[in-house]
């Protein structure tokens, strides 16, 4: 994977994730806990996806020691 690649994963990651968090944040008090529970997954999830795919933007990124 390239690094340009990386970053725009990271970056479509970034948005998906604010997307979620409004979504939870405007979730009706009143909904069920299943909705709520599947929107904090996914939220869960982005997150794990985002730390991997920085981990890997900056093990890209680190210099070989030459």
């Not at 970056?11 to 994730?17: A, M, S």
């Not at 968090?21 to 794990?48: F, Y």
């Given at each position: 994977?390239t690094?340009?690649?990386?970053?725009q994963?990271?970056y479509r990651?970034?948005k998906?994730?604010?997307?979620?968090?409004?979504?939870?944040?405007?979730?009706?008090?009143?909904a069920s806990?299943?909705?709520?529970?599947?929107?904090?997954g996914?939220?869960?999830?982005?997150?794990?996806e985002?730390?991997?795919?920085?981990?890997?933007?900056?093990?890209?990124?680190?210099?070989?020691?030459?």
């Amino acid at each position: 994977m390239t690094i340009r690649y990386l970053a725009q994963e990271l970056y479509r990651l970034t948005k998906q994730l604010e997307e979620l968090e409004k979504s939870l944040a405007e979730l009706d008090p009143e909904a069920s806990v299943a909705a709520r529970a599947h929107l904090e997954g996914e939220i869960h999830q982005t997150r794990k996806e985002m730390e991997r795919v920085r981990e890997v933007l900056e093990a890209k990124k680190e210099k070989p020691l030459i």
